[in-house]
């Protein structure tokens, strides 16, 4: 470079973001400037048949008649629900033979709608932890709800009675609201990972230290337990209560796809030792690791994306004898996994369309889940990882709307069987879903889905939406939109002198 050159990069202005001052979301200037630009969008938009597209939409998105997707606590199905009655929502659970009826009895746990009025602030349901019961066959009965003041990220965390139906009261867990991370050891002990104070951070504003706190202990009294640099993105302690293989586990989040694990040992955090971009899993007395890079391992070359299990004991000692159980293909890619009690089950895709494979631990055979009909998207997931080898399956299609099923694995298998389905909101007779590839430069063949009219007219004039994504590793799966099939599919637009619906 020349020293003109030198001297031109060095005085160059700094980029200026002429929107930063947006950034406080709560800024009268910035509201007023907010509404003032949607006055602008509506002035434009609100034609007589916008509305109609609009309220078809809302009827859509309003409709009760969904699926209430459940999790399992011990005997108890928990939902989290919100209509038009209850914009905020309901925490609810109840019974699998109450769930299997077309109108479930439902005990309402929360009323966030109540709550946020009582208390003036318009709150977020989070999530809640629940603490599995020391004894055997006891059951649930205290949980941590995360409450947002307002949809982001950092939460309220207040210990709940289910039994009750109320908050703990000033004997209870209540954290400040934050970017909290938090497990239960037992019920007078929780790990947390929050804001301390100055230092407790990262840079990217995550919880970088977890300590150890007991009940009526205040946040400034809770002893260090684990804590990662502070230009990391995060740490944190998961305590595994699985019984018979119960274990603390810390995780260092370097950055989106690199991380380490740890297992505490006595006084001391003993290194899982992989490279940082292996993802590492426990169950049970199985380790599971996935390189998202080809990892070479003593010789051997595992691919990337592929998945390794050995036995976690047999890792600690030194000893590194990985069977693998899935290598990808140019077609076939994992997308996730799921434990039961006694059984892996991996959700694949094959060219974007799904399979589902199960794997016996007893000698790591692998057969496929006769679930999926082609060009769909189905997931298959535990109902109780701790407990039961049962598993829930959810499926769904282009022009098919969402299914629940449930099947079982293990010594007494029961195929999976419909549980509920969700309404179908267009009339998907006149419409068909196809794959095609388009073949890059260097030879890839990308697959496509194509959703439209079985009397296409094929001549490039057809109204087109076209979409994709890259990012995160995420694939753009098979999925039923009410909303889409009924502002695309059947819009019509006339097009040399024939009426056509979107593709």
């Not at 504003?205 to 260090?224: C, E, F, H, M, N």
């Not at 230009?231 to 991380?259: M, Q």
């Not at 079985?454 to 995420?474: M, Q, W």
Request: with cysteine; charged share 25%; glycine share 8%.
């Amino acid at each position: 470079m020349s020293n003109d050159s030198t001297a031109l990069a060095a005085t160059a202005a700094e980029p200026v973001d002429e929107f930063l001052w947006l950034e406080d979301i709560y800024g009268p200037t910035q509201l007023d400037w907010v509404r003032e630009r949607n006055a602008r969008t509506d002035a434009k938009l609100l034609t007589p048949s916008y509305q109609a597209l609009e309220a078809g939409v809302l009827e859509v998105l309003d409709s009760t008649d969904r699926i209430p997707m459940v999790t399992k606590c011990g005997d108890w199905y928990y939902n989290f629900w919100r209509d038009e009655r209850n914009p905020r929502g309901l925490w609810r659970r109840t019974g699998w033979q109450s769930y299997l009826t077309p109108s479930p009895e439902w005990e309402i746990l929360l009323d966030l709608d109540a709550l946020s009025a009582a208390e003036g602030t318009p709150w977020v349901f989070a999530g809640a932890r629940m603490l599995r019961p020391a004894a055997e066959g006891t059951p649930y009965r205290r949980a941590m709800l995360a409450l947002s003041p307002d949809g982001g990220d950092a939460v309220n965390y207040r210990e709940f009675d289910v039994e009750r139906r109320s908050f703990v009261g000033s004997a209870g867990f209540n954290l400040p609201t934050a970017k909290t991370r938090l497990s239960w050891l037992d019920e007078d002990t929780l790990y947390v990972g929050t804001d301390f104070g100055p230092g407790s951070l990262t840079t990217s504003s995550y919880p970088r230290t977890t300590r150890i706190l007991k009940r009526g202990q205040s946040l400034a009294d809770a002893v260090p337990y684990f804590e990662v640099p502070e230009d990391h993105l995060a740490g944190g302690v998961v305590h595994d209560s699985t019984p018979g293989f119960e274990r603390d586990e810390a995780h260092d989040v370097l950055d989106f796809f690199s991380s380490r694990s740890y297992l505490r040992s006595g006084d001391q955090w003993l290194d899982i030792e992989v490279p940082d971009d292996v993802d590492v899993s426990l169950h049970r007395q199985w380790l599971l690791l996935r390189p998202q890079g080809d990892w070479n391992l003593d010789g051997v070359l595992h691919a990337a994306g592929s998945l390794l299990v050995t036995e976690l004991d047999s890792f600690l000692a030194g000893k590194r004898e990985l069977r693998t159980v899935f290598v990808p293909d140019a077609h076939t890619s994992l997308q996730s996994w799921s434990w039961t009690k006694n059984y892996l089950l991996l959700n694949l895709l094959q060219d974007v369309s799904s399979e589902i494979r199960v794997l016996d631990p007893a000698d790591w055979s692998s057969r496929r889940l006769d679930a999926c009909p082609p060009l769909h998207s189905v997931e298959a997931s535990a109902v109780d990882d701790e407990d039961s080898d049962d598993y829930w399956l959810t499926a769904t299609g282009f022009l098919t709307p969402l299914s629940l099923l449930r099947g079982s694995l293990g010594e007494n298998p029961t195929a999976p069987a419909l549980i509920r389905t969700s309404p179908s909101f267009f009339d998907d007779s006149g419409y068909e879903v196809q794959q095609h590839f388009a073949v890059s430069a260097d030879g890839t063949r990308i697959p496509y889905f194509q959703i439209a009219a079985r009397d296409l007219i094929l001549d490039g004039a057809n109204p087109t939406l076209l979409s994709g994504y890259g990012g995160f590793e995420v694939s753009r799966t098979p999925a039923y939109s009410g909303a889409v099939g009924r502002t695309w599919l059947e819009r019509r637009t006339v097009i040399n002198s024939v009426a056509r619906g979107g593709v």
